[in-house]
C-alpha cells in the first residue's frame, strides 16, 4: 500500500477516538514481545492505539521502529498516544474502507 495522504490520515484519526488503547510502552521500550503484540493487534483490527507510559522523549525513534518491525504506518500522535495503521492483505478480512475508494 502506498503511504498515507493527509485525508486518510485525518480519517483515520477520526476513527480512533474511540478506540481504547492496545498497547502500552513501558520501562523496557519497544521488545520483541511488545513487537509480536503490535503486529497480532493490527493483523486483527488495522487501526490500533499505543500509549507511551515511559520512553515518551523518544516515541519518536520508538514509532519508527515500530514501523519498521511491523510494516505498520502512523497515522498521528496525539500527546503520549500513536496511532498505528496496517492494511489488512486480505480484502475480505478489512475492517477500514477510505471514504472514495
Do not use: W
Not at 14 to 22: E, F, L, T, Y
Not at 75 to 82: K, Y
Amino acid at each position: 500500500m502506498p503511504k498515507l495522504t493527509s485525508a486518510q490520515r485525518k480519517y483515520l484519526c477520526q476513527i480512533a477516538h474511540h478506540v481504547d488503547p492496545a498497547v502500552l510502552i513501558g520501562k523496557q521500550g519497544v521488545t520483541d514481545l511488545v513487537v509480536r503484540t503490535v503486529a497480532e493487534a493490527l493483523a486483527a483490527r488495522e487501526l490500533i492505539k499505543i500509549k507511551f507510559n515511559d520512553h515518551k522523549d523518544d516515541k519518536r525513534a520508538l514509532l519508527d521502529e515500530l514501523e519498521r518491525r511491523t510494516g505498520a504506518e502512523t497515522a498521528g500522535v496525539i500527546g503520549h498516544v500513536a496511532i498505528l495503521f496496517k492494511r489488512q492483505d486480505d480484502e475480505e478480512k478489512r475492517r477500514i474502507e477510505f471514504p472514495g475508494e
